[in-house]
Nanobody, 124 residues
Framework: QVQLVESGGGLVQAGGSLRLSCTASGRALSNYNMGWFRQAPGKEREFVTAISWRGKSTMYADSVKGRFTISRDNAKNMVYLQMNSLKPEDTAVYYC?????????????????WGHGTQVTVSS
């Protein structure tokens, strides 16, 4: 089992940048595909981006493509989300998640472990 803790959220003006981090403990992160999801008030949790267990493959939601970048450092048991050109509609709680299977999907139901989330607020 792996425990995930997100950090790096905060308040930023539109057009600004933030870097989220996800720290894993309990088991090596290299065992998992990793994803970032977000949930805005009154909305369902949605896929943002994911990276395969070795970092060879990535995928992004259309809404963040070209602005967000996911990366991982398995030696440090860390996953990162670099967010640039932030927009007010990016405001949400951002969650880090680990997928134990080899499926590598955008579906939150396939992810086995979740952090508690970090708030990102983008002001206009």
């Amino acid at each position: 089992q792996v425990q995930l803790v997100e950090s790096g959220g905060g308040l930023v003006q539109a057009g600004g940048s933030l870097r989220l981090s996800c720290t894993a403990s309990g088991r090596a992160l290299s065992n998992y595909n990793m994803g970032w999801f977000r949930q805005a008030p009154g909305k369902e949790r949605e896929f943002v981006t994911a990276i395969s267990w070795r970092g060879k493959s990535t995928m992004y939601a259309d809404s963040v493509k070209g602005r967000f970048t996911i990366s991982r450092d398995n030696a440090k048991n860390m996953v990162y989300l670099q967010m640039n050109s932030l927009k007010p509609e990016d405001t949400a709680v951002y969650y880090c998640a680990a997928e134990e299977s080899t499926i590598f999907t955008r579906e939150p139901t396939t992810y086995d472990y979740w952090g508690h989330g970090t708030q990102v607020t983008v002001s206009s």
